[in-house]
C-alpha cells in the first residue's frame, strides 16, 4: 500500500471544498438529464452515494445525479438492465449471475468500477440461545434474506472451513423484514445479515452477535457500484467521474477520525438514513464493524465466483480469473482512487489489484 503524504494532501485539499476537485474531470460531461443511481437505503453499502451527493461531490465531479430510493435489490437490478437508471448499488453474486444470464432477467453485461461496502455483515443468534461457538449452530436453521448476497456465500465458506456438513445446517431464505418475526418465533435458530439490521435486533434484545463477518474474512466486499457495460464502453469519462466522486465519499467515511461527523451531518438530511436513531446509526456503521474501503480487488472478485460455483449458482465450467476480470474494471479503479487519495488524508492505494485473501477461524 502506498500511503498519501501530508505535501500531496494540502497540495489539492484546497480544491476540494471550493469547486472541481484539481483531480477531477479532464471534461465535464453534457448531458440533459441527470444520471440516475439506485440505492437500496437505509443499508450499509447505501451510505456512499447518499453522502456524496448531499456533499456535492457528484457536482464536484462535473456530473448531475438524482438518487433513486428503491424498494430491494431485485428492483434495483430491473431498473439497471432495462436502462431506467444508469448505476446502482448491486450485491456482488448477483452481478455475476446477471452478467452470465443466470437469472430471470434478459442477460445483460454489467461492468464494476467500485466496492460500496466492506465487511458490515453478522451472523446473529437469538439473544436467549445457548449457542456459544460455530460448531453449535450444527442441526440449527439460519436465516439469510437472500442466497445472492455475499453472506449467504460467506455463511458456506465458513461451514467448509470449520469443517461443518452442511447437510446438516438448514439454510433458509427468509425475506429481511421476516427475520426478527421468525428468529421470535423459533423459526429461525440464527440469520446471517448486513448492517444496520443486527444492530437494531441487538438494541432491542432480540439478537445477539455470535461472529462479525470481518473477523472470519476480514475486508470482504458486500455491495458494488455496477452500470451497464455498453454505459461503461460509451460514457467512459462520465463513469470515471461518478466513481471519482463515490470513491471518495467511501474513502472519507472509511477514515476513522472523519465517520462519526460525516454521518452526524449525512443525518441532518432528509433521507431513508432518518428512518433509524442516529445512535443506532453510528453503533451499526461503527470502524471495524462496517467499513468503506472502495477498491474492486480481483482477487475477492475470485473467492466470490468460486463460491458460487459450489452452491451451483453460476456454471462450473466458467473460468474465475476470466469471468472476474471481464466486470471488475480495477484499472481504471486503481487510476481513480489514486487521484481521490489526494482528497482524503491517510489514503491507502492498492499495490497490486489482487491481494492474499485470507479467512480465519475464531
Not at 437505509?42 to 457528484?58: E, G, K, T
Not at 465458506?157 to 445446517?169: A, D, S, V
Not at 471488475?328 to 487510476?335: C, E, G, Y
Request: proline residues 6%; charged residues 20%; aromatic residues 8%.
Amino acid at each position: 500500500m502506498q500511503k498519501t503524504t501530508r505535501r500531496q494532501f494540502v497540495k489539492h485539499v484546497a480544491a476540494t471544498i471550493g469547486g472541481l476537485a484539481l483531480t477531477g474531470p479532464s471534461t465535464v460531461f453534457a448531458t440533459s438529464k441527470p444520471v440516475k443511481i439506485a440505492v437500496y437505503a437505509p443499508s450499509h453499502c447505501a451510505l456512499p452515494a447518499v453522502h456524496a451527493f448531499h456533499n456535492n461531490l457528484f457536482k464536484q465531479n462535473g456530473v448531475t445525479v438524482e438518487i433513486v430510493y428503491s424498494s430491494g435489490m431485485p428492483d434495483i437490478m430491473k431498473k439497471l438492465v432495462t436502462g431506467e437508471v444508469d448505476f446502482g448499488q448491486v450485491m456482488s453474486p448477483m452481478i455475476f449471475q446477471m452478467h452470465f444470464g443466470q437469472m430471470k432477467f434478459s442477460q445483460t453485461p454489467l461492468a464494476v468500477t467500485q466496492v460500496l461496502g466492506t465487511n458490515g455483515g453478522v451472523l446473529g443468534i437469538s439473544a436467549k440461545s445457548k449457542i456459544k461457538k460455530i460448531h453449535d449452530i450444527e442441526g440449527k436453521t439460519i436465516g439469510v434474506h437472500s442466497p445472492l448476497m455475499v453472506h449467504n456465500l460467506i455463511l458456506l465458506l465458513l461451514l467448509e472451513k470449520y469443517g461443518l456438513n452442511p447437510n446438516n445446517i438448514q439454510i433458509k431464505t427468509v425475506p429481511m423484514n421476516k427475520i426478527r418475526h421468525s428468529l421470535t418465533s423459533g423459526e429461525i435458530d440464527g440469520f446471517i445479515n448486513p448492517e444496520p439490521l443486527p444492530t437494531l435486533m441487538e438494541f432491542s434484545e432480540i439478537s445477539k452477535s455470535l461472529l462479525l463477518t470481518r473477523m472470519f474474512w476480514q475486508n470482504h466486499p458486500c455491495c458494488l457500484l455496477t452500470c451497464r457495460q455498453t454505459v461503461f464502453e460509451k460514457n467512459r469519462q462520465m463513469v470515471e467521474d461518478i466513481t471519482r466522486a463515490t470513491t471518495i465519499a467511501c474513502l472519507m467515511l472509511d477514515n476513522i477520525a472523519m465517520r462519526k461527523p460525516q454521518i452526524e451531518k449525512l443525518y441532518t438530511f432528509n433521507t431513508p438514513f432518518k428512518k433509524l436513531p442516529l445512535e443506532r446509526l453510528q453503533q451499526a456503521f461503527q470502524p471495524r464493524r462496517s467499513d468503506f474501503y472502495p477498491f474492486p480487488f480481483l482477487s475477492a472478485g475470485y473467492v466470490i465466483v468460486q463460491q458460487m460455483k459450489k452452491a451451483n449458482l453460476i456454471p462450473f465450467e466458467l473460468n474465475t480469473k476470466v469471468s472476474v476480470n471481464s466486470i471488475f474494471k480495477s484499472d481504471v479503479a486503481m487510476k481513480l482512487i489514486a487521484q481521490a487519495a489526494g482528497e482524503v488524508p491517510g489514503t491507502s492505494v492498492p499495490a497490486s489489484a489482487e491481494r492474499k485473501e485470507s479467512f480465519k477461524l475464531i
